[in-house]
């Protein structure tokens, strides 16, 4: 079974540049997250989707990042325009579900360097 | 407010034994989660609690006191291979639009060395 997709693996722009990175997660997985990564840290939460509903996008920094799940399957994270601070890894991950045991599958991340 | 705590970093040699600790103040809790991350990778399942008590996977166990709000990882007959950072990461109580949601800790570097 193939695990989580994203790309592009690794992404260099220069700042006030837009950019989008796309996440397919587990087949039959209805939750899908995206979050952040910075060197040394723990991943950080920026968006939660049920099926094609953001239930969590709390943390989401909305001036300048969106993400959609059209049809409850593929996902796109944009950011417009881009700025040094988000050089960092944007993890995608998926679940069955969200709650309890539910387990999280993480893709391999997309490596942002913005200059 | 939610604070995860792990130390930065571990070294140990291979064969030996480590024990990783984390502990956490978080609003409600729904269990925790041990991910093993490699440098440049994406983070894999390594274990979950949700109970007080001990979970045994392998040459990898993880505990956890509620009450304490602590948690370890234990690693035995460790091996090159193991070298990698180790996420702690708490499940919120599954309450409004946070339900389910991970919260991780930094992350701990452990470093086997021969």
């Known amino acids: 079974e193939a695990g989580v997709v994203q790309s592009p693996r690794y992404k260099i722009i220069e700042k006030k540049q837009p950019v989008a990175f796309w996440c397919n997660p587990i087949?039959?997985?209805?939750?899908l997250y995206w979050y952040l990564q910075n060197l040394g840290q723990g991943p950080e939460l920026l968006i939660r989707?049920?099926?094609?509903?953001?239930?969590?996008d709390s943390q989401l920094p909305k001036d300048r990042f969106s993400a959609e799940r059209l049809k409850g399957v593929d996902s796109t994270l944009k950011i417009q325009p881009a700025e040094l601070g988000d050089s960092a890894v944007y993890l995608c991950?998926?679940?069955?579900?969200?709650?309890?045991?539910?387990?999280?599958?993480f893709g391999p991340g997309t490596r942002l360097t913005v200059l | 407010g939610q604070n995860i705590d792990q130390p930065t970093e571990m070294t140990a040699t291979e064969g030996a034994i480590v024990q990783i600790n984390c502990t956490y103040q978080?609003?409600?809790?729904?269990?925790l989660f041990w991910y093993q991350q490699h440098a440049g990778e994406a983070p894999t399942f390594l274990s979950y609690?949700?109970?007080?008590g001990l979970e045994e996977k392998g040459r990898f166990s993880s505990f956890l006191s509620r009450s304490k709000g602590y948690s370890y990882l234990l690693l035995k007959e460790l091996q090159m291979k193991d070298s990698a950072s180790y996420l702690c990461?708490?499940?919120?109580?599954?309450?409004?639009?946070?339900?389910?949601?991970?919260?991780f800790g930094k992350g701990t570097k452990l470093s086997v060395k021969p």
């Open positions: 990461a708490v499940r919120e109580e599954n309450y409004g639009g946070s339900q389910g949601n991970l919260i």
């Open positions: 989707y049920e099926n094609e509903e953001a239930v969590d």
């Open positions: 609690n949700v109970l007080d």
């Open positions: 087949s039959g997985h209805n939750t």
């Open positions: 991950a998926s679940s069955p579900g969200s709650g309890g045991y539910n387990e999280q599958f």
């Open positions: 978080t609003s409600g809790f729904n269990g």
